[in-house]
């Protein structure tokens, strides 16, 4: 397959492909999860689903930023590519090397988790078929993508289409055919005096619980990691961010609605199975059964969906001459990046803390898009023939960035050790491209040395 610097490829990835693989990358381990430690930290259903509402618009002033940056350069490649050729090819290193310890292998193996755990309801912490479950997922997905990116797209999309139908019958469900008397926590009276913070310091616990909420909604830019490999990327992968943002964005109000209201507070604050305890308040043990079937078959569509993603940012790293040329497919699928990153994320399965994990996540991530969103100042002057940027993209990432310089802030004040973990991330980023550098520069005075002269034949 090539790819063409206007966006076209031999054989492209729709708007409906697109769509869903967004979807997938979105709806995985953090909506299912989140609202418990929120509201332990907040102490307010109101304010969780505030939460939900901030990081739901930040979500979409990224879809509109990353659009703008996709049209003008709809190839495959992701932060890596922008950063790398709107900015500077360390700050597009860096990119990458957060892509692939942060955005893809951590990611994978907690949604393999995730649906291990969830399959298998009677198992206990440190049952070892939870491991070999959620290795046997990624071993799947792996095999579908290895056979063929058609193949693998058709089960994503229907992998994605089954969610949507039960997250839409949960929901109906839930507001439609439960009585009020069921709703326990609505029921209750509000507490920390009311949904909006009353101060700096309220604030900045909401601020901070955004960190790992924002996890939930990060998948947004998914779309732009295969750009390169859609059909009319520059109208194509925009739309695609947008709309399945937008889609997203309303399930997980309704679903956080249901999953913080239902249940009594105590009953699931701080607790990893939200959505099972929520399901059996309002609609007994078939709709346990029910939510536990959809969280499933989000947990997989995401290892799907990221597992198409990531290989290809080592892909366009290889082209470039910032990671092994083994990595480079020739145009085709990179076969042999897809099994790395599976394997990586096999050995992520053995060290992944939920909670923790989470928040490291979610702040990386968000760090990182911050950084690609800033390179749209670079577009116009980079990129020959760029359009200047339009005035709804100017306010869309100046929204996406002032939210995420928040969120940053705010975690350092409630939980230094994940933005500190964050930061050491980044530095050894910088240090692993200054030894790539050195070592291609040896590589590159051997072959010199080692070069024939040429004959003189005089």
Request: glycine letters at 10%; proline letters at 4%.
């Amino acid at each position: 397959m090539a790819n063409s610097e206007d966006g076209q490829a031999k054989y492209g990835l729709g708007l409906t492909t697109l769509s869903a693989l967004v979807v997938a990358n979105m709806i995985g381990a953090g909506v299912f999860t989140s609202s418990g430690f929120a509201l332990a930290a907040l102490g307010n259903p109101g304010r969780v689903l505030l939460a939900w509402c901030l990081c739901g618009i930040w979500a979409l002033c990224g879809a509109v930023a990353y659009g703008a940056l996709a049209r003008r350069l709809p190839l495959s490649g992701g932060e890596y590519l922008f950063l790398s050729r709107l900015v500077h090819p360390a700050v597009g290193f860096l990119a990458g090397w957060i892509s692939v310890v942060a955005g893809f292998t951590a990611p994978i193996a907690v949604a393999a988790q995730g649906a291990a755990f969830y399959s298998l309801a009677g198992a206990s912490e440190g049952d070892v078929r939870l491991t070999q479950l959620a290795v046997a997922v990624i071993v799947l997905a792996t095999l579908c993508h290895l056979i063929g990116i058609s193949l693998g797209a058709g089960l994503q999309n229907l992998i994605v289409a089954a969610k949507l139908l039960l997250l839409a019958v949960i929901i109906v469900w839930a507001f439609l055919f439960t009585s009020s008397e069921t709703w326990q926590g609505a029921a209750l009276p509000d507490r920390a005096s009311g949904w909006w913070p009353e101060d700096g310091a309220a604030w900045t616990l909401l601020v901070g619980s955004m960190s790992w909420i924002a996890l939930s909604y990060t998948g947004f830019n998914a779309a732009i990691y295969v750009a390169g490999e859609s059909r009319n990327a520059r109208q194509t992968v925009p739309r695609a961010m947008l709309w399945a943002t937008v889609v997203v964005t309303v399930i997980y109000l309704l679903l956080n609605t249901v999953f913080v209201y239902a249940p009594p507070p105590e009953a699931i604050a701080n607790q990893e199975r939200v959505a099972s305890i929520a399901a059996r308040v309002i609609g007994g043990a078939r709709l346990e059964w029910l939510v536990r079937v959809t969280i499933v078959l989000a947990m997989v569509s995401s290892v799907f969906a990221m597992l198409m993603a990531g290989p290809r940012v080592y892909q366009k790293m290889a082209e470039d001459g910032v990671m092994p040329r083994i990595f480079h497919a020739g145009g085709g699928a990179p076969r042999l990046a897809t099994l790395v990153q599976a394997g990586l994320s096999m050995v992520a399965v053995f060290v992944a803390d939920l909670l923790q994990l989470m928040k490291y996540l979610g702040l990386t991530l968000s760090a990182c898009g911050a950084l690609a969103v800033f390179s749209l100042w670079w577009a116009r002057r980079r990129v020959p023939g760029a359009l200047p940027l339009r005035w709804w993209e100017t306010l869309a990432m100046c929204g996406y960035l002032f939210i995420t310089l928040c969120i940053l802030w705010a975690s350092r004040e409630t939980h230094a050790d994940e933005f500190f973990a964050m930061v050491i991330t980044f530095a050894l980023g910088i240090v692993v491209y200054g030894l790539w550098n050195w070592y291609a520069a040896r590589q590159a005075e051997d072959a010199a040395e080692t070069k024939p002269l040429p004959r003189n034949n005089s």
